[in-house]
């Protein structure tokens, strides 16, 4: 039934313009499933490794279909992703490349799904999958290694928890997002746009938080339910010779702690990811002890969506939410896995986009399969808007 019949490996564009691999698993009863990687920039120590396109498809090629074709069932991911694992042999997918990996383990889920006449978010949330949506977090502005000569922190991120459905967030979203364009037009400050579709504005995080903060309390009284805001600070990508650098000089690990937990307070933060370092599992406790109950502090570069470093995180109280990124561990069922730890502790879940993408809309479908709190997934672009529709249309039944 869902047995593979075959494996076809290619290079496309993702929307940095770089080439990815793109993955069509057809089964023997021909269903098809059709998935691209991701792929970063802001990218954890910790991530499972992507190599150059065309290298990764030819080790796939050479390893991984052959042990896929004829035997594995599409339907029994656990058996793809197994197979994929043992085709590679090591522990970070170097050999075949996780962005071969996560092409073929998200097609290979899309194909049993087709086979099986079931939607995708259906068949990888199976019968008993919670009903719920999750709450699109929108980058609005942006800068760190997503856009030059602009902001220090990396994302600003409109956050409409108050909205009554999934597409009045959406939309919300991209109010915010035109409100602070309009912004930008009335103080005459030219911002073009960065790597995810946000503002990339020459001004420094002071002026970004006011303008945000702005934006967000004036799409709220517009639609009528709350819109917080959040932030992705990559600060592992600030961090260096022992302290975080920003434009105006560095914060000692004590004054980065101190600095966000007083932007939780000011602005009422809704989110922080990765406010420190990646190493610095017991600033995140420290920072996670102070304003853990009054916002979300999250692990990405912390985390890398690995099984074994959220387990550290857990055991020394470091963030109460994890960034989920299957391109980062390499497989749907490993990201599977990193999910329910995570929600058997109590650490919510945000399924997120990289900053380089393809129209792919596989973490739209995984958002909601597995009932996730948060999706991260941009506000306007093209390859964000192909997950954001595709939400739209999975709340409408549309699938
Ligand atoms: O840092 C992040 O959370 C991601 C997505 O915004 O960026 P990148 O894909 O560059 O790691
Ligand atoms: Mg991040």
């Known amino acids: 039934m869902t047995r593979i019949s075959s494996v076809s490996l290619r290079r496309v564009l993702d929307s940095r313009g770089n080439a990815t691999v793109e993955a069509d698993v057809l089964t023997d009863s021909g269903g098809f499933g059709r998935a691209a990687a991701p792929s970063g920039a802001s990218t954890g120590e ?24 004829d035997t594995v069932y599409a339907g029994d991911q656990r058996a793809v992703d197994n197979a994929l694992r043992a085709a590679d042999g090591t522990d970070n997918f170097s050999e075949i490349g996780a962005n071969s990996a996560v092409a073929i383990s998200m097609a290979a889920a899309k194909a049993g ?7 995708l978010y259906q ?31 990396q994302e600003f991120l409109s956050a409409p928890v108050g909205a009554p459905s999934v597409e009045e967030a959406v939309f919300a979203n991209a109010a915010v997002h035109a409100a602070i364009g309009d912004i930008f037009d009335e103080r005459e400050i030219g911002a073009g746009k960065g790597d995810e579709g946000a503002w990339a504005p020459p001004i420094d995080d002071e002026e970004a938080f006011e303008i945000v903060d ?58 922080v990811e990765d406010p420190l ?3 610095d599992y017991e600033a995140f406790a420290e920072l996670t002890e102070q304003v853990g109950d009054q916002t979300l502090i999250c692990g990405d570069d912390l985390f890398v969506t690995n099984v074994s470093r959220l387990q550290d995180g857990i055991d020394a109280g470091a963030a109460n939410s994890i960034l989920i990124k299957p391109n980062q561990i390499g497989s ?11 929600v ?22 995984l958002a909601v399969a597995t009932d996730a709190d948060y999706i ?22 549309a699938v």
């Open 46 to 69: 910790y991530e499972a490794i992507e190599l150059p396109a065309q290298e990764a498809i030819a080790n796939a090629r050479e390893h991984a279909v052959p042990r896929l074709v």
């Open 113 to 119: 799904a087709d086979t099986l006449g079931a939607p």
């Open 123 to 153: 068949h990888l949330g199976g019968a008993f999958r919670g009903d719920n949506f999750p709450i699109p977090l929108g980058n609005v502005v942006g800068g760190g290694e997503h856009a030059k000569d602009a902001t220090d922190i």
């Open 214 to 271: 702005e934006a967000v309390s004036q799409v709220a009284d517009e639609v009528g339910f709350e819109i917080k805001f959040g932030l992705d600070m990559a600060a592992a990508e600030m961090y260096e010779d022992g302290a975080y650098q920003y434009s105006d000089g560095e914060k000692s690990t004590d004054e980065q702690i101190e600095y966000v937990a007083d932007l939780v307070e000011e602005y009422d933060l809704a989110y």
């Open 277 to 279: 370092d990646e190493n």
């Open 332 to 342: 749907l069922s490993d990201t599977f896995d990193a999910i329910e730890l995570a």
């Open 344 to 365: 058997k502790h109590g650490y919510k879940t945000i399924i997120s986009h990289r900053s380089g993408e393809t129209e792919d809309t596989t973490i739209a479908h």
């Open 376 to 397: 991260k997934t941009g506000t306007v672009a093209g390859e964000r808007t192909a997950k954001l529709n595709e939400l739209i249309r999975i709340a409408d039944d």
